[in-house]
């Protein structure tokens, strides 16, 4: 079945530093790859996403490149702020499937 | 347009209680699901819907029961509480292919329970 690895957490990083949260993950055919932001006491919401192979989502300064020949998603961006601070989530959706597959989430702090 | 709305914010239950917790959304959507989060648990898929009158459960579907009576409302009927329930749940849904759908799924903002 579908799965998705993502890096355990938490990671702690300094104001404008670079991240990078690793995903990969197992599916059949070719899925839609999707990261979500979870901000402290609020539900999920979508950040970006990527429906094909070489496809780059990008949304609020993170960047995601779909890599097939990796089965990978990994999330970047440049330089994080202290309201970056969240969880992330990865997540893909084969075709034919009703919901998603999540990760476990990764939690993001970053300190000024 | 309000999207995902969970109704309560928060609840404290006694072992033994029964309560449902309500969600819906105006968006149209054929897909629904329910999810608890627990600490280093992720999100796990407790039951989930297709569209009326079609449910299906998933991962943890143990003391809860669901039903959608309309496209708009899938509320999550909690039977005889347990401390093990103690959980925030999510609500989220997304349009199937008849909604012209981008494959997205929206989150309401979660229902705080604790089960004494």
């Known amino acids: 079945g579908d799965s998705v690895t993502q890096m355990e957490g938490p990671v702690t990083l300094s104001e404008e530093a670079f991240l990078t949260i690793n995903c990969t993950y197992t599916a059949t055919g070719y899925p839609s790859l999707f990261w979500y932001v979870q901000y402290p006491g609020e539900g999920l919401q979508l950040l970006l996403k990527a429906t094909k192979a070489d496809d780059k989502g990008s949304n609020k300064g993170f960047e995601a490149t779909y890599r097939k020949e990796t089965t990978s998603f990994h999330l970047e961006k440049g330089s994080v702020q202290v309201s970056d601070s969240a969880v992330y989530f990865c997540a893909l959706l084969s075709g034919g499937s009703y919901i998603p597959t999540f990760g476990r989430g990764t939690s993001l702090i970053v300190h000024p | 347009n309000a999207g995902v709305t969970q109704t309560p914010k928060f609840q404290v239950l006694k072992t033994g209680q029964s309560m449902t917790l309500q969600c819906a959304q105006d968006m149209n959507h054929e897909y629904m699901s329910w999810y608890r989060q627990d600490p280093g648990m992720g999100l796990r898929l407790i039951h989930y819907?297709?569209?009326?009158?079609?449910?299906d459960q998933g991962e943890v579907p143990n003391g809860y029961n669901v039903s959608r009576s309309t496209t708009e409302d899938f509320p999550l009927r909690l039977l005889s509480a347990a401390p093990s329930q103690t959980s925030v749940y999510f609500c989220?849904?997304?349009?199937?292919?008849?909604?012209?759908?981008?494959?997205?799924?929206?989150f309401g903002a979660g229902t705080r329970l604790s089960v004494l």
């Open positions: 989220a849904s997304r349009g199937g292919l008849l909604a012209g759908a981008k494959n997205i799924q929206y």
């Open positions: 819907s297709v569209g009326a009158g079609i449910t």
